[in-house]
C-alpha cells in the first residue's frame, strides 16, 4: 500500500472515529492519526519464526474491529424488521409455506415432473373452499336477503341489502363453477397434461395442507377443545397450537434435511426461512411463551390428587362442570386449572370465600 493510499485510509478513520465519538473534530483528529497511529489492540508477541501473519494484520485492523461489527449489526436489524413485516401478512407467509413444502416433496418425490406443487396447491384449496362454503350453508340460520337499519326496526337499508344479495349471489355462482371445473377436470382421461402425483405425495402434502389451513385447524381445534383432556387442565386452547406449530417445525425440519441429500440448496435456503425460522418465531412468540405465562401463574397452585377430588365430589364453582382434576388453593378450594387461571386474570381473590391469593 502507497503513502498516498495510508493517509487516505487514515483521514477515513479519522472521520468516522470522530462522527462516532464527538470529541474530536474531523481534521485535528486526522492529523493526530497521521502523526501517530492509534493503538486499537494490545501489543502482541512475534512469533520468533512465524512473526506477524496476515491474520494478526487483519485482525487487529480498523475493518475488523469496528466496521465489520457494524455493518453486521444493520444487516441483522433489517433482516429482522423484514421478518417481522413477513409475520404479519398471515395468509401471504402462509401460502409461501405451503408452496415451498409442496414444492419438497415434488423434489424428493416427483422429480421428473415440473409444477405438481402449483396443480397440487390450487386442488386442495378449491376442496376446502368447497367444503367451506357448503358448511356455512349448512349452519346457516337466517336467510333472508334484507338487511334492517336496526333490529327492532322493519325499515329496510337499500345500499346494504343490495350489496348482501350481490355477494350471496356470487359466492353462490363461484361454488358452482367451481364444482363444474372439479369434475370436468376428474373426469376427463387425460386430466391436466404431465400431471400424475403418486399416492404418496397426495398423502403427504394432504396431510401438511390440513395441518396448516386455517378451515380444518379451527375444526380440529374446537373438537381437541371439546375433548377436555386430563393432562391439559382444561387448557386446550393454548396447547392445541403449540402442538400444531410443533408439528409443522418438525415435517419441515424432515423434509429439508432430506432436500440437502439433492444438493437443491436454493430449495433448502427458503426452506430455512419460510418453514423453519419464521415457524419456529411464531411458536417461541404466540404459544411457547403465553403457555409458559399461564402455568407460571398456576404453579403456586399444587395439582388435586384423585383422592382429593373423589373426596370432593362436587362441581367446579366457576363452570359448574364435574372435576377429573382440580387444583388446590391456600383455602383449600377447589378448581378446574383453566378457571382459576381465568379468574386470577380479574382477581387475586378466591372466587368462593375472598380469600386474597
Known sequence: MGLSHRIAFRLYAANYCARRLHSLPPVAASFLLIGKPRNRCPQRHRHPLIGDGWWTRFSDSWWWQEFLPQVLLRMRRRFLNFESAYLKLKNFSLLINQLVFFTMCERLLMQQQKLTSLYTLMFFNVIIYCVAYVKEVVEREDWTMYVNIARTSNVRHLALS??????????????????VFLLLVMGLEKGLKDYSPTSGYLFLTGVYFLVTEKFSTKIAGSWFDNKKFEPFEGMECLYWPTLLLASHLTLSTLLTLLCVSTFNFRLVLLSSFTNLRVKYRELRDDCIKPLQHELATLSPYRPASRSEVRRHDDVCAVCLAPMSSARVTPCYHLFHGDCLRRCLKESNKCPICQYHL
Do not use: Y
Not at 162 to 179: G, H, P, S, Y
Open 162 to 179: 343490495t350489496t348482501k344479495m350481490v355477494l350471496e349471489w356470487t359466492k353462490a355462482v363461484t361454488f358452482i363453477i367451481t364444482v
